[in-house]
């Protein structure tokens, strides 16, 4: 799976069945490039049940339980505390720090948290895997796997007078990551097409979406972004069970499948510019000008 789709798909895939988790990250940049990071989760009344549920069996099975991950620290990752949010702060950057956070519900009742971090130099931000919630990481590190820290797949910030540029890694580094090779294999032990497997997953995502977005505190003079509305850039915003049941998607897959050397940069960002329910920014270096 694309690293596009982390941190959502790296939170989603801690439990290994229905995932509905909604997050999306704005970036709110000033002229001064002083401004704040908005991250927010939400999760389907389903993951709440199955959190309750694999909260109890973690405390039923006991010893058992503490061969295996820690089935008790889910809830926490639906619910934290203030001190978990403090210390996730360090994973958007030097300087970013915990401003608040407030639990609620979306639009759909989906029930989450919004939390803020703020910070004094956007040239010190950087949105990458490592944003996961830090109990996420805790959860999967207490299952013996990790988290890894790669290089790649990062959008970070430089700024110069009022011209700020958003470093876009997103969609170029992280090719090599568009497929589960394993996944592919397995599918295909079991007589079926990864596109087919892939579909059958999809009915386990329902409602699961992910976006990036950066928001200028003010009026954009100018811009190269392929996606601004008003002061609004939108570097990803992907519908994940749409992208999966998409059969433009699908016959890639699949053909990636049976000729893996024959995926190419190109063809690859073809392949997002046609897929509706994803919009990426594919452009390496997006330049923002403030007005």
């Known amino acids: 799976m694309n690293r596009l789709f982390l941190p ?27 401004g704040s990071v908005i991250a927010r989760y939400y999760f389907s009344p389903q993951m709440l049940t199955m959190i309750e ?25 639906a619910k934290p505390d203030e001190e978990s949010l403090k210390a996730d702060a ?15 519900k979306d639009e759909d009742g989906w029930e989450g948290y919004t939390v803020v971090y703020e910070f004094d130099d956007i040239r010190k931000v950087q949105i990458d895997q ?25 959008i970070t910030f430089s700024l110069d007078g009022k011209t700020l540029k958003i470093h876009n890694e997103i969609a170029e580094n992280s090719l090599d990551q ?21 579909q ?9 979406r992910v976006g990036f977005f950066l928001r200028v505190d003010g009026q954009i003079a100018e811009t190269n972004a392929e996606h601004a509305t008003g ?22 897959v699949d053909e990636a ?14 392949l997002f510019s046609e897929i509706e329910a994803m919009t990426i920014e594919l452009q390496e270096e997006v330049t923002v000008e403030f007005e």
């Open 53 to 77: 549920q694999l909260g109890g069996a973690a405390g039923a099975l006991g010893d058992v339980a503490a061969q295996g991950p820690n089935l008790g620290m889910i809830g926490e990752i």
């Open 178 to 198: 568009m497929f589960d090779k394993n996944q592919m294999e397995q599918a295909k032990a079991m007589g079926m097409k990864p596109s087919q497997a892939m």
């Open 257 to 270: 499948a049976e000729n893996p050397e024959g995926v190419t940069t190109e063809s690859i960002k073809e």
């Open 90 to 104: 360090s994973n958007y950057g030097e300087g970013v720090r915990y401003a608040k956070h407030e639990p609620g």
């Open 130 to 154: 490592n944003s996961v919630p830090g109990k996420a990481k805790e959860f999967v590190e207490s299952s013996g796997q990790e988290i890894d820290a790669q290089e790649g797949s990062k």
């Open 200 to 208: 059958m997953a999809a009915g386990m995502t329902q409602g699961m």
């Open 8 to 34: 959502l798909v790296a939170l989603a895939l801690l439990f290994s069945v229905t995932s509905c988790v909604r997050t999306s990250t704005v970036v709110k940049v000033a002229e001064d490039g002083s």
């Open 231 to 252: 002061n609004l850039i939108i570097l990803s915003d992907a519908d994940v069970p749409q992208i999966m049941q998409d059969p433009d998607f699908a016959d890639f």
